[in-house]
Nanobody
């Protein structure tokens, strides 16, 4: 089982992208989901989390007000709408399912990582 991230690409600063995260195999619809991002040489960084029903969300301070997470359980898909992108948002973005109760911002709380999708923002 993996969560397949898609929707990355190259945009100019100030632009927008919408990432999608779809589950293959098991639906994992009852699990909270999150987006993380990673750049070369750095640890994977929490971006945003959404609970199973979609009525509770969390954001990293660096993306608050610019990114919006949502989910459609009928489609087994989680989305990340990214607006006002800046070069600092350039990274590979991953989605994962919240499996262990270690805190929604903790990488080790998650499993079923997919291969990620690359977002490149040019100035």
């Amino acid at each position: 089982v993996q969560l397949q991230a898609s929707g990355g690409g190259s945009v100019q600063a100030g632009g927008s992208l919408r990432l999608s995260c779809a589950a293959s195999g098991r639906t994992l619809s009852g699990a909270g989901k999150a987006w993380f991002r990673q750049t070369p040489g750095k640890e994977r960084e929490f971006v945003s989390y959404i609970n199973w029903s979609g009525d509770s969300t969390y954001y990293a301070d660096s993306v608050k007000g610019r990114f919006t997470i949502s989910r459609d359980n009928a489609k087994n898909t989680v989305y990340l709408q990214m607006n006002s992108l800046s070069p600092e948002d350039t990274a590979v973005y991953y989605c994962a399912a919240y499996i262990r109760g270690l805190g929604v911002r903790v990488v080790d709380a998650y499993d079923f990582w997919g291969q990620g999708t690359l977002v490149t923002v040019s100035s």
